[in-house]
């Protein structure tokens, strides 16, 4: 299977700060990156499809201006959790397809905790 | 909208023996993928086996098959000769065929299956 990397696996922000995470597609030219948000004990929840070179599609109640989604090439998707605080806390995961008929292929995630 | 159902939130199996993890699906649509990923401890979603919904044979991965009844909705996945590797939570995922999400996963709320040495 292709091979997706994701940067930093863990990070521990001050609230107030911002932290970016990186997800790049190692193997493959990424056409469109979807970002998911995962609580612990539960399931994995769509905040977004990056497209590259066109904006972010986010999905009901999430704040596009807090959650800052960059798809700059077609190898590298950045989510920016902007003015962080203890309840962004969480898991975040990003995958990335070929194509349209193409299967999701996900990074190992980023651990979030907010102070 | 389609929906994804999982109605054991947890399984066991003991060493070596078969285990069946049941999905439901509701959805419109004819053309579609369906998807059964495993999630480790280490959270690294792993893609277990995939089935397009316009083939009738079931999709079949070594050690894990599935049983994709089309007209009732369902895709359980079957795990046999149970690893202790296995040991996961596992997660089914609908994916539609066409549409603007391009890709967009839809999964159910997952099952913790435990392995029984």
């Known amino acids: 299977g292709a091979v997706v990397s994701q940067h930093p696996s863990w990070v521990i922000c001050k609230s107030g700060t911002s932290v970016k995470i990186e997800c790049r597609s190692l193997?493959?030219?990424?056409?469109?990156m979807f970002w998911y948000r995962q609580f612990p004990k539960q399931s994995l929840m769509l905040m977004a499809t990056?497209?590259?070179?066109?904006?972010?599609?986010?999905e009901q109640g999430v704040e596009k201006d807090k959650f800052l989604i960059n798809h700059a090439s077609l190898t590298l998707s950045t989510l920016t959790v902007t003015s962080a605080h203890p309840e962004d806390s969480s898991f975040y995961i990003c995958?990335?397809?070929?194509?349209?008929?193409?299967?999701?292929?996900f990074g190992p995630g980023t651990r979030l905790t907010v102070l | 909208a389609q929906t994804v159902t999982q109605s054991q939130p947890e399984m066991s199996v003991q060493e070596a023996e078969t285990v069946t993890l049941s999905c439901t699906y509701d959805?419109?649509?004819?053309?579609?993928?369906l998807f059964w990923y495993k999630q480790p401890p280490s959270r690294q979603m792993i893609l277990v086996i995939r089935?397009?919904?316009?083939?009738?044979q079931n999709a079949t991965e070594n050690r894990f098959s599935v049983n994709f009844q089309k007209a009732a909705k369902s895709f359980s996945l079957k795990i046999s000769d149970s690893q202790l590797g296995d040991a996961a939570m596992y997660f089914c995922?609908?994916?539609?065929?066409?549409?603007?999400?391009?890709?967009?996963?839809?999964f159910g709320k997952g099952t913790k299956l435990s392995v029984k040495p």
């Open positions: 995958s990335s397809i070929r194509g349209a008929a193409d299967t999701q292929y």
């Open positions: 193997d493959f030219q990424a056409t469109t």
């Open positions: 990056s497209n590259e070179g066109s904006k972010a599609t986010y």
């Open positions: 959805t419109s649509e004819s053309d579609y993928y």
């Open positions: 089935q397009e919904a316009y083939k009738q």
């Open positions: 995922a609908y994916r539609g065929y066409y549409g603007g999400s391009q890709g967009n996963l839809i």
